[in-house]
């Protein structure tokens, strides 16, 4: 059985920094290319950045150069790195492994930038 598991989320101040990590079990996680979602409310789910087995990352526009997304395939583990974070990076952040046919989620966590 897959589980992905995030942890890290909370309440930060405008400017403030956070590190998200989700911890994979029941997957060969080193081959597939993982991946952070966000959700903000009334809003869809949208990629915020990916990373591929073999390290090459991609980013969604408005977080570019303000979030780093890395992996530690020996602990089955994906990071993501937010810096500098605005009242619109607050949303449900999801871990994502794209396992094609199938599709992993973990069961998100909170991240709220608020003064």
């Known amino acids: 059985q897959v589980q992905l598991v995030e942890s890290g989320g909370g309440l930060v101040q405008p400017g403030g920094s956070l590190r998200l990590s989700c911890a994979a079990s029941?997957?060969?996680?080193?081959?597939?290319?993982t991946a952070w979602y966000r959700q903000a409310p009334g809003k869809q789910r949208e990629l915020v950045a990916q990373i591929s087995s073999g390290g090459v990352t991609d980013y969604a526009d408005s977080v570019k150069g303000r979030f780093t997304v890395f992996r530690d395939n020996a602990k089955n583990t994906v990071s993501l790195r937010m810096n500098s974070l605005s009242p619109e990076d607050t949303a449900v952040y999801y871990c994502n492994v794209n396992a094609y046919p199938n599709d992993y989620w973990g069961q998100g966590t909170q991240v709220t930038v608020s003064s």
């Open positions: 029941g997957i060969i996680f080193r081959i597939y290319t």
